[in-house]
Structure formats: C-alpha cells, structure tokens
T-cell receptor, first 114, second 115 residues
Framework: AQSVAQPEDQVNVAEGNPLTVKCTYS??????LFWYVQYPNRGLQFLLK??????LVKGSYGFEAEFNKSQTSFHLKKPSALVSDSALYFC????????????FGSGTRLLVRP | EAGVAQSPRYKIIEKRQSVAFWCNPI?????LYWYQQILGQGPKLLIQ????????DSQLPKDRFSAERLKGVDSTLKIQPAKLEDSAVYLC?????????????FGPGTRLTVL
C-alpha cells in the first residue's frame, strides 16, 4: 500500500535562511509526487510535482523539490525563506501503477520568524 | 481561469441534523474529488467521480454520507444524520482527468462544526 511520511510536525527557520521540509514515501510502482501549501481558512494550493525526468523540480513562489529514488524522499526546499511562507505544507503521493488515489502526509507547519 | 468553487464556506449544525455541500469544478475537468480534512491531519479521499460515474467511494461512510455529480459537472455531498466526529473541513478538488500525473486543484473548503 502507498504511504507518505512527513517526520516533522513543525519547522522553524529565520527569514532569509534556506528551508527544507522533509517527505518520504512508499509505493509499489513509480511514484507521482506532489507538494501543496495550505494557508489558514484556505484550500490546498498546488506548488509542484514530480512525474519523471529531472530529479530537481521547480515550482511556484521559488520553491523546489528534489526527488531521490534510493532514499524514497521528495524534500521541499527554498534557498531564502520569507515570513509569508509560513503555512502548512502537505506532501502527497500517487502510485503510477496500481492506484489513482492521492495519499497525503500529515502535514508540516512552517514558521518563518522575522 | 476560475478555480474550484465551494459553498457554503462555514456551517454549524447540531448532531443528527442533515447538511449538504456544493462544488463546482474547474471548467472542462472530468474528475472530481471530495476529501475530508480533520484538524491536524492531511486530507482523506471520500469519493472520486469520473464525469458522472463513481470511481472510488471505498472510504465514504455510506450509511450517512452520499454524493452525486449529475450531468458530470457540479457535485453535492450530503451528510444525514451528522455525528460529532464529522466536524472537519470538506474539500472539493478537480483534475483534467484521472491519470496519475494530473494535478488536483482544490477549492477553499467548507468548515463543518457539529455540536
């Protein structure tokens, strides 16, 4: 069965510093991987996805994510954090072979302090 | 391009009452999803439609939840009767099709509080 783990409930970083939000996954086939962001009282907003090809995926608002097949990871990164990046981040995975269902992690709250 | 629309945004009801949520997907999107997001958790798929047919409703509590997507566009999700544990945000999403690579786009959600 497919699954996603976000090991950190919260990540704290100072504005201007690089940030990393971790995600690991488990699927039986080839993974389709997604990152979403959720601001208070808002729905989920799509940031980026990995389908195939280049392991470094660039997305919205300066975010990028690195797919690592050997470590089954898809960490979200940004070189310089902004206070406005503070939000809840969700990693999600879909098994490209056995299921169309998108499975979400439990979320990581990012807090960027001024 | 207009996004996924949902209404109402907030709803407060008492247990054993009924409630309905409405969703209008992005124009041209064949696939529509309803998710339940309990506070502190990631969204959980309740039901997936492909046009007006159900693809997956394995996690829908069918004794109290029902959903339909007439004419393959708008959709409604109903809960009858509601329980305290149904308090959650109900998210609607749509995608161009149900292929694995297709991105799901989410609406703002309906926050349901059951007292």
């Amino acid at each position: 069965a497919q699954s996603v783990a976000q090991p950190e409930d919260q990540v704290n970083v100072a504005e201007g510093n690089p940030l990393t939000v971790k995600c690991t996954y488990s699927v039986s086939g080839n993974p389709y991987l997604f990152w979403y962001v959720q601001y208070p009282n808002r729905g989920l907003q799509f940031l980026l996805k990995y389908i195939t090809g280049d392991n470094l995926v660039k997305g919205s608002y300066g975010f990028e994510a690195e797919f690592n097949k050997s470590q089954t990871s898809f960490h979200l990164k940004k070189p310089s954090a902004l206070v406005s990046d503070s939000a809840l981040y969700f990693c999600a995975v879909r098994d490209g072979v056995s299921s169309y269902k998108l499975i979400f992690g439990s979320g990581t709250r990012l807090l960027v302090r001024p | 391009e207009a996004g996924v629309a949902q209404s109402p945004r907030y709803k407060i009801i008492e247990k054993r009452q009924s409630v309905a949520f409405w969703c209008n997907p992005i124009s041209g999107h064949a696939t529509l999803y309803w998710y339940q997001q309990i506070l502190g958790q990631g969204p959980k798929l309740l039901i997936q439609f492909q046009n007006n047919g159900v693809v997956d409703d394995s996690q829908l509590p069918k004794d109290r939840f029902s959903a339909e997507r007439l004419k393959g566009v708008d959709s409604t999700l109903k809960i009858q009767p509601a329980k305290l544990e149904d308090s959650a945000v109900y998210l609607c999403a749509s995608s161009l099709d149900q292929a694995g690579a297709d991105t799901q786009y989410f609406g703002p959600g309906t926050r349901l509080t059951v007292l």
